[in-house]
C-alpha cells in the first residue's frame, strides 16, 4: 500500500456520461497530481495541486477538470465522455510543490472504461 | 524541449540474465533523474533517484548512474529474477519543476 488512496478502481461508463474520480494523497503530502495512462499516448500529465491550488497544467481537456479540497483529497471530473477517454488514471502525492523533491508517490489507478 | 527517450522494449530475459534499459535525457539546466517501477494492476512506484551529475541510484539490486556527458542514466541490474517482470519508466524533473516521464519498457523474465 503507497498510501495514495483512489477510487473507484474500476468504473465503466457511457459515451456522453459524467465521472468523478477520487483522490487522497499519502499523509502529509500537500501536492497532488493527476495522470493519464493509454496504451497510444503513455503516461501523460493532466493537472497539479498544491494545497488546494492549481498548481500547473498538463495535456487536460477542456472536458475535464480537478480540484483538491481542504482535507487535500482531490477529484477529477470527466464529462462528455468519449471512446477514447478509457485509459488508467492515476493520482500521485509530493510532499512539496518545488525545492527537495524526492519522487512521486502513486496510487493504484482508477481503470475507466467508456462503451 | 525537455524529453526522455528509453529503448523499445518488449525486453525478454531469462532469470539471473544482466540487464540494461538505456534511457537519454534532453533538458536544460540540470534535471533530477528517476526511474519508476510498475507491476502488473499496479501504480507506478519510485525505484531509484539521482539529482546531480554522476550521482549513482541504487535500490533492490537496480543501479543507476546520472551521466551529464551522455545525458544517460540506463538502468542495470546483475542478475534478475522472474519477479522483476514490470514496465521500468525512466522520468526526470525539470529546473523548472515539471516531471516528464519516457514510454516505459516492458521487461518480462523467463524461469
Known amino acids: 500500500d503507497s498510501g495514495v488512496t483512489q477510487t473507484p478502481k474500476h468504473l465503466i461508463t457511457a459515451t456522453g456520461q459524467r465521472v468523478t474520480l477520487r483522490c487522497s494523497p499519502r499523509?502529509?503530502?500537500?501536492?497532488v497530481y493527476w495522470y493519464q495512462q493509454s496504451l497510444d499516448q503513455g503516461l501523460q500529465f493532466l493537472i497539479q495541486?498544491?494545497?488546494?491550488?492549481?498548481?500547473a497544467k498538463g495535456n487536460i481537456l477542456e472536458r475535464f477538470s480537478a480540484q483538491q479540497f481542504p482535507d487535500l483529497h482531490s477529484e477529477l471530473n470527466l464529462s462528455s465522455l468519449e471512446l477514447g477517454d478509457s485509459a488508467l488514471y492515476f493520482c500521485?502525492?509530493?510532499?512539496?510543490?518545488?525545492?527537495?523533491?524526492?519522487?512521486?508517490?502513486f496510487g493504484s489507478g482508477t481503470r475507466l472504461t467508456v462503451v | 524541449g525537455d524529453s526522455v527517450t528509453q529503448m523499445e522494449g518488449p525486453v525478454t530475459l531469462s532469470e539471473e540474465a544482466f540487464l540494461t534499459i538505456n534511457c537519454t535525457y534532453t533538458?536544460?539546466?540540470?534535471?533530477?533523474l528517476f526511474w519508476y517501477v510498475q507491476y502488473p494492476g499496479e501504480g507506478l512506484q519510485l525505484l531509484l533517484k539521482?539529482?546531480?551529475?554522476?550521482d549513482k541510484g541504487s535500490n533492490k539490486g537496480f543501479e543507476a548512474t546520472y551521466r551529464k556527458e551522455t545525458t544517460s542514466f540506463h538502468l542495470e541490474k546483475g542478475s534478475v529474477q522472474v519477479s522483476d517482470s514490470a514496465v521500468y519508466f525512466c522520468?526526470?524533473?525539470?529546473?523548472?519543476?515539471?516531471?516528464?516521464f519516457g514510454p516505459g519498457t516492458s521487461l518480462s523474465v523467463i524461469p
Open positions: 500521485a502525492s509530493s510532499v512539496g510543490n518545488q525545492g527537495a523533491f524526492s519522487g512521486y508517490t
Open positions: 499523509s502529509g503530502d500537500l501536492s
Open positions: 495541486y498544491y494545497n488546494g491550488e492549481e498548481r
Open positions: 533538458a536544460t539546466g540540470y534535471p533530477s
Open positions: 539521482a539529482t546531480k551529475a554522476d
Open positions: 522520468a526526470l524533473k525539470t529546473s523548472y519543476d515539471k516531471v516528464i
